[in-house]
């Protein structure tokens, strides 16, 4: 029973961590000179589910299911080298953990990009692309229960667009 | 003072009539003792009531959200997106061209 407690208590935080780990990046270096930033909240996605006019139900995908689970959204931008530097580092322990799985990697002429899962065969709770060239760092985390298939279904939409 | 095996053989109408008696008296060095088990219980749940306490209070404010309008949001949306797939693209043509590689190698051999 004690080992049922500990493991339901480290699960949770192993999640609440992960739904943290965009928040706390966002908070540390939105705010910073030369960094551009976007978050969108859960409240703001509930509403852009009820948009009529926007066209979600495309031929193949449908992002409906996907937008109402999405819990968070982040965007950190910069071309300033010594932030650039410590936001690359920051989101790289953090994605050191363990709790996250590399998805996708590509290096191309010293430019790098890497995406990352977190979640298990059915869901995605988080989402994230990282990317650094010569000039750019760009962080990009989606926090929410996206179901797996459907968002697998959305990048390759995407890859074909 | 009757002991707790004396106190669980009483019947609920002793007990009540007990409780009524006015005149029994709460012993001046009365203390509510718990055992000595519940006692590690009730530490583990006050030390995890307390970390929750912290960890809930020390969670990161959220951020205001950058858009007001939920169609400026969704293009933002839209636009990262599009971002993923044109790096997914990317790495997708590497593989392509990586296995013309392949296939010509394996032509020759």
């Known amino acids: ?36 930033a976007v978050y969108i909240s859960s409240a703001m996605f509930r509403l852009i589910g009820k948009i009529p006019d926007v066209e979600m139900n495309g031929e193949d995908v449908n992002l409906a299911p996907i937008i109402k689970a999405l819990k968070g959204f982040y ?9 650039g530097n410590d936001l690359y580092a920051d989101v790289t322990k953090r994605l050191d953990r363990g709790e996250y799985e590399l998805l996708m990697e590509a290096k191309e002429d010293g430019e790098v990009m890497r995406l990352y899962t977190a979640g298990d065969d059915f869901t995605v709770r988080s989402f994230i692309m990282l990317t650094r ?29 | ?28 060095d009365f203390r509510v003792r718990l055992p000595h088990r519940s006692r590690a219980v009730w530490a583990v749940a006050a030390s995890v009531a307390i970390l929750l306490g912290v960890g809930i209070w020390s969670l990161p404010k959220p951020p205001k959200d950058t858009f007001d309008d939920p169609y400026l949001a969704y293009a933002a949306l839209e636009q990262a997106l599009g971002r993923v797939g044109d790096a997914i693209a990317l790495g997708a043509s590497k593989v392509e061209a990586a296995e013309v590689e392949f296939d010509k190698i394996n032509y020759w051999k």
């Not at chain 1, 208590?9 to 551009?36: F, N």
């Not at chain 1, 965007?75 to 932030?83: K, M, R």
């Not at chain 1, 750019?136 to 697998?152: A, K, S």
């Open chain 1, 1 to 36: 029973m004690k080992k049922l407690y500990i493991i339901l208590i480290l699960l949770a935080v192993s999640i609440s961590a992960m739904a943290q780990d965009g928040r706390a990046l966002y908070t540390k270096y939105s705010d910073l000179p030369g960094v551009e």
């Open chain 1, 75 to 83: 965007i950190l931008s910069t071309e300033d080298q010594a932030t």
């Open chain 1, 133 to 161: 060239d010569a000039t750019e760092v760009t962080f990009m985390g989606l926090d929410g229960d996206m179901p797996r298939d459907q968002l697998e279904d959305l990048i390759l939409k995407a890859v074909e667009d």
């Open chain 2, 1 to 28: 003072m009757k002991n707790i095996d004396e106190i669980s053989r009483l019947s609920a109408d002793d007990l009540d009539r007990i409780g009524q008696d006015a005149s029994v008296q709460v012993p001046e």
